[in-house]
């Protein structure tokens, strides 16, 4: 079974500035997806970026963008130039690479972090 | 196009009671998703259709859950017998496909259910 450790309950940034919210995951699985999701007080889950295991590029997404170190099973997502609008539940999450088999497709999430950008 | 949509957004109910939760997906979306969030937790999957089939539902965490598709397009989550235990935000999500690189998830804004 897979799981996914958010370490970080609550973080605050000023606008303009930058962060990181921090995420490890523990799998024997050598293809695999990762996911960062973000969920303001509306409940809407927004996927924010998405990262393949068998790339080696770090994604980015405008002013989001990931470490991705698969030999550590780490992957941190970089907030750049924070806006208020970025106030909001931040989840990581993995998905096993889409074969046929129970545990497939499902996204495993972590508890997530709060995450408040401060005027 | 709409998104995921979810009724009713918020259900109060008693213990013992039976209860029914709408998901209608994006449209054209042939894989739907559902989870359940409680307070403070991140989403746990609990059912995945692939049409009109549960294709896996390992998440599920008694007999008193049961979801249905019949025409691969809305789904009902069904909960008998409720217990207060049973109250948290339940999540549906669909895709476009189950395979790369047309699987990304999309939810619904949830349904709150609480058991009094």
């Known amino acids: 079974a897979q799981t996914v450790t958010q370490s970080q309950p609550e973080m605050s940034v000023q606008e303009a500035e930058t962060v990181t919210l921090s995420c490890t995951y523990d799998?024997?699985?050598?293809?695999?997806?990762l996911f960062w999701y973000k969920q303001p007080p509306s409940r809407q889950m927004i996927l924010v970026i998405r990262?393949?295991?068998?790339?080696?590029q770090n994604a980015t997404e405008n002013r989001f963008s990931v470490n991705f170190q698969k030999a550590a099973k780490s992957f941190s997502l970089k907030i750049s130039d924070s806006q208020l609008g970025d106030t909001a539940m931040y989840f990581c999450?993995?998905?096993?690479?889409?074969?046929?088999?129970?545990?497939?497709?499902?996204?495993?999430f972590g508890k997530g972090t709060k995450l408040s950008v401060i005027p | 196009g709409a998104g995921v949509s979810q009724t009713p957004s918020n259900k109060v109910t008693e213990k013992g009671k039976y209860v029914e939760l709408r998901c209608d997906p994006i449209?054209?979306?042939?894989?739907l998703y559902w989870y359940r969030q409680s307070l403070g937790q991140g989403p746990e999957f609990l059912i995945y259709?692939?049409?009109?089939?549960?294709?896996?539902d390992s998440g599920l965490p008694n007999d008193r859950f049961f979801a249905v598709r019949p025409e691969g397009s809305v789904s009902t989550l069904k909960i008998q017998r409720t217990e207060r235990g049973d109250s948290a935000v339940y999540l549906c999500?669909?895709?476009?496909?189950?395979?790369?690189?047309?699987?990304?998830?999309?939810f619904g804004p949830g349904t709150r259910l609480t058991v009094l």
């Open positions: 799998t024997s699985e050598n293809n695999y997806y």
């Open positions: 259709f692939q049409g009109t089939g549960a294709a896996d």
């Open positions: 999450a993995f998905m096993k690479h889409g074969v046929r088999g129970a545990g497939s497709y499902q996204l495993t």
């Open positions: 999500a669909s895709s476009l496909t189950s395979t790369y690189p047309t699987d990304t998830q999309y």
């Open positions: 449209s054209g979306h042939t894989a």
């Open positions: 990262q393949e295991a068998y790339k080696q």
